[in-house]
């Protein structure tokens, strides 16, 4: 049995100031949780949403990984795979099967 993969999207409910014409972070966050079990149906995978400026919750890579997309001005939503950064502000889901394809997941 290969490790679930985990799928980390940061973002925040103010939308990116550059990406205003985009779907919000929870948004994104939503389809692609849909997509994703699409592409790879029965093949178990983690997502979370990482509200950037309230980590109060999260565990300490987390924060400091918000702590980041804040200080560093990155384009939000910021998907994060396994520690790998896959998209940033408008997420291509073509890029997010191959890293998952990557871990092992094959598509349907």
């Known amino acids: 049995m290969k490790k679930t993969v985990e799928i980390c999207v940061y973002g925040a409910e103010v939308l990116c100031p550059s990406c205003v014409n985009l779907p919000s ?7 692609l949780e849909a997509a994703v079990a699409r592409k790879f149906p029965d093949q178990a995978f983690s997502i979370s949403y990482i509200d950037i400026f ?18 560093e001005d990155m384009f939000y939503p910021v998907v994060v795979i396994e520690g790998e950064i896959v998209g940033e502000g408008n997420p291509k889901l ?15």
């Not at 309230?54 to 200080?71: G, I, S």
């Open 25 to 31: 972070s929870k948004e994104t966050y939503e389809w």
């Open 54 to 71: 309230k980590t109060e919750e999260c565990d300490e890579d987390k924060k400091e990984f918000a702590t980041r997309v804040v200080e």
């Open 94 to 108: 073509k890029t997010i099967y191959s890293e998952m394809e990557k871990h092992g997941y094959v598509a349907s």
